[in-house]
């Protein structure tokens, strides 16, 4: 196989014989065939045997070393040979760019600085020359294209944007440029993005857009080149805008229509039927759940909130104890789910009070009165006065001679004697003697039943009526008494009970109670007006349901007793008791008040306690008396009583007229 060196030489000759042949151009014939073997030479002898072979002026870069091998079977044409030389620079590193007449060989990495086929017509799809190349887009951004293309380059070749004009600026080789061009064609094509209504019918459009960016949150920003898919919502004509691709669009329509399906309750306004709640009250406290939900919630959801807020409209039937609410999906379904909570069957508490009182109350009274008036006759005058039992001897001797001065009968023991009005002395003399014992035995068990956390109050009293002023008012000269006028103030007297029971977890009842019971006041002595007793207590306590606890009470054990005398004449034995009064006064008060409530959970509960009390006031009923007189007063008249209950599972006489149920929600 001959070497380099010597087919350098045989190819020089043969261009040299070409070229005699034609005219006198340096040019080879047209019709010459190059076939190129270089195995491990120098790369300056190829840049010499293409130089010779194209006609070309070459420069080389000094940077430009390699050893390189080219090896061909079939002769090729000096343009062939040219392109094939071309390639054989890329493989190393190299590049040809020309610059008029000449052809710079340098390395790779300098290329852009250099200027090469610049906007050529038509780009080769085998050729390895630099060309420059810009493109207009159309349909797309040519930013970003940027992203796209840029991995699809070698290193060294140049793409660049320009947004302004939405072209690229491309320069690289022109089987690659060629090839960037055919991609840029296929992505620049006009997008079928539109815009589409779909109005809703059902559903919320708020609440549907909030679910599919919940579900799709992407959507929000742009991926790539492509158009995301805008979803808006037109609150006024509560309908979707879609805006994208017709795929996109076609997706999100589907879902949409999902969506925006009838309920089963019939829409956005619903009738809620209350059983056990008011609906005037349960109305107020979900319009303030709905505006205090509004008013929390995070900025970045004011808006749906604030639309929620506007559409949703809550109101009561009391006629019917039903809601009226109208509101989106989501703000129905939670206040279905607080109504729900809140509906419900109540437990009850029956509480019973026992009020137990036992009081003594002992007094005595014992004295001697005596006077002696001698201002007529001897001039003696003098007296022990003391007036016992309420009850002076001055008023006992002036009754003696006037009879119309006695305003009130003296009680108790009185024994006197005197002369009196008979000229000369006159004297007097009483003993009296008052014993009074007063007893008081008090069984009070007021029951109430009240609900959970409701407050009750029982109250079986009277109204007693007491003087607080009198007056009498005297008109004209005469001196006559006119208009007598008294003030009266009426108080009530007997047995006050207000309860608020609240049951909590398990069988425990704490209760919040206010107990009063009064009455009036059997008493030894006399008094300016009736006096009452009042026992009050208001605490709060901790029952086990069906227990029995004491709320308090009084045990009070108190012993008076008061001596009226004259000194040192008192003190004589037996004749003291001439000049002396006694009093002794004891009282023996024992007041206890228990409670006892039980919880009644459901209507058996409520029907046990109800017939218990029933039949107990049947059965006193009975105990009055035998049904028959042999001669009755009222004869005819049957003796009044209560019947007797019914059945718990008896039918509703046809008479009544049963109140319908409120439908199931």
Known sequence: MPTSRSLLTTLLAALLVFGAAGPSSAQPASGARIT???KDADITQVIEAVAAATGRNIIVDPRVRAQVTMLSSTPMTPDAFYEAFL??????????????????IIPDANSRTMPGNDLPDRLSATSDEIVTQVVSVTNVSAAQLVAILRPLMPQNAHLAAYPSSNMLILADRANNVNRMLRIIRRIDQSSDADIEVVAMQNASAVEVVRTMTALNPAQASAEGGMSPLRVVADDRSNSILLAGDKTQRLRARTLIAYLDTPLASGGDTRVRY????????????LKEQVQGVTAGAPAAGTTTSASADRSTIIWAEPETNALVITAPAKTMNSLMAVIDKLDIRRAQVIVEAIIVEVSADKSAELGVNWLIDGSNADNAVGGFIEPVGGVSIVDLARAATDPTTLTSVPRGTTVGVGRLGSGGVDFAAVLRALRGDSTTNIIATPSIVTMDNQEAEIKVAQEVPFVTGQYTSTGGNTGNNLNPFQTIQRQEVGTILKITPQINEGDSVMLKIEQESSSIAATSSGAVDLVTNKRTISTHVLIEDGGTVVLGGLIQDSQTGGEQRVPFLGRIPVVGEAFKSRSAKKTKTNLMVFIQPRILRDGLDAAFETNQKYNYMRDQQRKLGPQREVLPLLPGTPRAILPELPPADSAVPAAATPTPAAPAP
Not at 87 to 104: E, I, N, R, T, Y
């Open 36 to 38: 190129p073997n270089f």
């Open 274 to 285: 209350l059983r056990y709640a008011d609906a005037e009250k349960i109305a107020a406290k």
């Open 87 to 104: 390639a054989l620079l890329q493989v190393h590193g190299f590049v040809a760019a020309p610059s008029g007449d000449v052809l710079k």
